[in-house]
């Protein structure tokens, strides 16, 4: 039986992440990196494409949580017998990668069990296997698989083991990978780990300010987008899965753990108006580093250290969540002109030059390529925010942020004395505005369309006066959401768009998150609170016992779909309940 998306919590290190079902299965795996293969991936598949699951013998879930600030998981377990709890966590005090699971008896007597399924290269890898003392060692090909702890037995293609505990007593096991051409690592100090991992998250969460009626919502938000974000490169994925499903049983499965320069601008953006700069500063190095070269070669996303070759291609070995094919790695959406990037990324740069982070001689010469690069795009068609994959079209949200992008470069010549053709680019912003007012607006309801040749409407539309371009109770917003509301919104929520339109796959998906998020922020600023406000309690309801957001809700089946958890979904949480925050102190938002 498929294992609900909402049913996951999230481990992570800050390099790569797992996901951990209630019932104690490691059904993801990816070290060392978010887009490494997969050593579990019973997720996309069957138990034996992969998973780790400890549990305790005819035992019941009470409850389960996260250490506060961290994503260290504890998990209350009773059974006629006694009760133990699971902690769970990745260490991420140092550069190993590895995954600690310890059992402690609370009460009385319990049986702990264990089932282990190591299976490299997304599950299609059996390793050799041996046992030394206690350590367990699986290679396979470049990966070489440790794991120290209590004894288990080979099972055919598994390895499994039972061990009674009484109150007072513990098992614990750490797995690590390393590269196979090297010796074994040192076994790990579980507890110092554990301390380890707490002071760091500890140490980033000091500087995070969160609070108001969803502080905690926010709070857990802003530590899943850091989770999301490498410590080494300051890469920023959009998720830790790929191809769990938009459409149960469709095609429409994408590979999200790589870097989209949309969604790490705006999460650069969240962590500025928390408190965090220095995250920001290091998503800014990355983003010199990703783009440095030619502007012509400019991508909508990159790799975790900046690679720029991402191929798409099918894991045909795996059924795929809820017999959703084709299984993807990579993202062949990489190659799409997305005329909105530019601009994301150029207001997230001006709002980090407003906080008092100089130019230096790198960031600011790298600004003026890629605007030389609208510049000399200015006329082109594009796929737009969604990454469709039909006919380019022009978007009017990505006119919108291309007009953003030289309003940008214009305030940054004018505020800052930063050099730069600033006619030129004040010349292409005006020329937006005319065009966007003229073919971007529909005569007869006044409100802005998806694209110019259309009258259909999507929920990117929502993103424009977060760009300064109108105000959020112009009347051609009031117009546009009036008809967002109409066509979008199913059982409460928004729907990107109609996928009658120029989507270009077939099925259909379920309402996105980040879009109702966005309602909630127009609501705020149009004076319409109390709808903001219960939109905002409905959707922070959705959210799993844990706080995460995947990307989209089934409202008839009420259950999360798509990659989990989504950085889209959780910044748009966040940006939601500052708008709240920022109309109830009547305060303007940064």
Not at 65 to 74: C, H, N, P, W
Not at 492 to 512: C, I, N, Q, S
Request: charged share 25%.
């Amino acid at each position: 039986m498929t294992t609900p998306i909402e049913d996951y919590a999230l481990l992570a290190d800050q390099h790569s992440a797992a996901l951990v079902s209630r019932d104690g299965s490691v059904d993801w795996l990816c070290l060392p990196r978010f887009d490494a293969p997969a050593v579990f991936a019973a997720l996309l598949g069957e138990p034996d494409h992969g998973r780790w699951r400890i549990a305790v013998e005819d035992a019941e879930v009470v409850s389960r949580a996260y250490d506060d600030g961290t994503f260290i998981l504890r998990t209350r377990w009773r059974s006629a017998t006694g009760e133990a709890e699971t902690i769970d966590f990745m260490p991420s005090a140092d550069a190993r990668a590895d995954v600690v699971r310890e059992v402690r008896c609370l009460s009385g007597r319990v049986v702990v069990e264990s089932d282990l399924r190591l299976r490299p290269g997304y599950g299609a890898a059996a390793p050799w296997v041996r046992r030394r003392g206690d350590r367990l060692t699986a290679i396979a090909g470049p990966d070489r698989y440790d794991l120290v702890g209590p004894e288990l037995t080979a099972d055919g293609r598994r390895h499994v083991g039972r061990h009674e505990l009484t109150a007072g007593e513990s098992v614990a096991w750490d797995l690590s990978r390393t590269p196979s051409h090297l010796e074994a690592p040192e076994p790990l100090d579980v507890r110092v780990a554990l301390d380890d991992t707490r002071r760091v998250w500890d140490e980033w969460n000091a500087e995070i300010t969160a609070d108001g009626p969803w502080g905690r919502y926010v709070h857990r938000s802003l530590l899943v987008l850091r989770a999301l974000t490498d410590a080494d490169t300051g890469g920023i994925v959009a998720a830790p899965t790929t191809s769990l499903p938009e459409d149960p049983g469709g095609v429409r499965n994408w590979d999200y753990r790589f870097c989209w320069l949309r969604d790490s601008a705006l999460t650069l953006e969240a962590f500025l108006f928390h408190g965090r700069t220095q995250t920001p500063l290091r998503w800014r190095q990355w983003l010199l580093r990703a783009v440095a070269g030619d502007p012509e070669d400019l991508q909508i996303m990159y790799g975790i250290a900046g690679e720029r070759s991402l191929p798409e291609r099918t894991l045909d070995h795996l059924p795929g969540y809820l017999d959703s094919r084709p299984v993807r790695v990579g993202n062949g959406a990489v190659t799409q002109f997305q005329a909105d990037v530019v601009g994301e990324v150029m207001i997230a740069l001006a709002q980090l030059r407003d906080a008092g982070i100089a130019e230096d001689d790198f960031s600011w010469p790298l600004q003026r390529a890629m605007l030389d690069y609208v510049v000399d795009h200015a006329a082109r068609k594009d796929q737009g925010l969604w990454e469709m994959r039909g006919d380019p079209h022009y978007f009017t949200h990505s006119r919108v942020m291309m007009w953003a992008a030289v309003d940008r470069g214009v305030r940054a010549v004018d505020e800052y004395g930063l050099a730069g053709p600033r006619e030129t680019w004040a010349r292409l912003r005006d020329e937006l505005r005319d065009e966007i007012l003229t073919r971007g607006v529909n005569p007869e309801t006044g409100g802005f369309t998806q694209t110019y040749d259309t009258t259909e409407v999507d929920a990117s539309l929502l993103q424009i006066p977060h760009t300064g371009f109108v105000a959020y109770d112009d009347p051609r917003m009031v117009a546009t959401v009036a008809q967002i509301e109409r066509d979008l919104m199913q059982d409460g929520l928004l729907l990107r768009y109609r996928t009658v339109g120029a989507d270009g796959l077939p099925g259909d998906e379920h309402p996105f998150l980040v879009c109702s998020f966005w309602l909630v922020e127009q609501y705020a600023h149009s004076g319409r609170r109390d709808e903001a406000v219960e939109l905002m309690e409905h959707l922070t309801g959705l959210a799993n016992d844990v706080g995460l957001l995947a990307e989209e809700y089934d409202t008839h089946a009420r259950r999360q779909m798509g990659n989990f958890p989504q950085a889209f979904s959780h910044l748009g949480l966040v940006r939601a309940a500052d708008a709240l925050r920022s109309v109830r102190e009547g305060t303007p938002q940064g």
